[in-house]
């Protein structure tokens, strides 16, 4: 029994040691490259990172201080100036909560017509140093659906609304607007880095972008904002993740990025956009077997 659960400590360690946060030294980065990364939110599998539950569960969780999912953590912690959002065109460009909200209301503009705005996913992060990926095109080609949202925005009021309403039925309202929109899809920049000294690699995540689809699925989507990941995670740390199979296993949202329980494809490598699905699935599996092939002792 002892040797069963010596080896289930060191098979955990293992896990957390290759998807950790840990610093690498610039000198001990063998090999790198800087990944953009699509997570859907409406698959099955991501529906954890946005679903709001009943209070009846959520009364439990004490220890989570957010229980309304990646999106709605971190616009609650920038209304709370716990950190600042920056803006997608430039990342030397920060923004408050009330900016956020002006871009929003463009945004609604653009559905009927006073605003004219093109996409800014073709856009990238601009100047934004190594963190630029003007080759990527976000397009409907790649598949993916907007399912979930509803037909607008709602009042842009002071109605609160239901705290407890399901993500399907067009998002949560913060007061200020309706997050359904944004609760479709959303990117995360990480460098990925071969450690020579522990032969291992480390995904060392850099920035999560909000974005915004269109409701009715005419118009392209346009980045909101852009968050530092280092910025968010003592949030994160307070933001709870529901284990599907078991009430006893909820996860903060930090664990759930370094462990990668979710699904997302990839998007950009270090500045090459990629166009479809296959495309994206053959570039990973490239660098998955590229890591195994390294040497190892």
Known sequence: MTKYLIASILTLVFCLEAFSQTYVRPEDHFWRRKVVNRIDLNEKINAPLIKRESPFYTKDNSQYTEKDGLVMTLFNGLKQGKYVAYHPDSLDSPLGYDEVLKRIQEFEGSL??????????????????????????????????????????G???DDLGDPTADAGDGGAYMGDFDSGPFENVIQFVEDRIFDKNRSSMVYDIQFIEIIWTD?????????????????VLETLDQAQWKNRFNDAEYKTLREV??????????????????RTLQEAEYRRQKMVEFEHHLWSY
């Not at 705005?117 to 993916?144: I, P, V, Y």
């Not at 409701?215 to 910025?231: H, V």
């Open 112 to 153: 009927t017509g006073e605003e004219d705005f093109d996409s800014e996913l073709d856009e990238g992060f601009g100047e934004g140093g190594d963190a630029s990926f003007d080759d990527f095109e976000g397009d409907s080609e790649w598949g993916f659906g907007d399912e979930g949202g509803d037909d607008g925005f």
């Open 155 to 157: 009042d842009l009021g």
């Open 215 to 231: 409701p009715g699925e005419a118009l392209p989507e346009k980045k909101l904002c852009t968050f530092r990941y280092k910025d």
């Open 257 to 274: 990025f370094e462990l990668r329980l979710f699904h997302s494809f990839i998007t950009n490598i270090s500045g090459e956009g990629l």
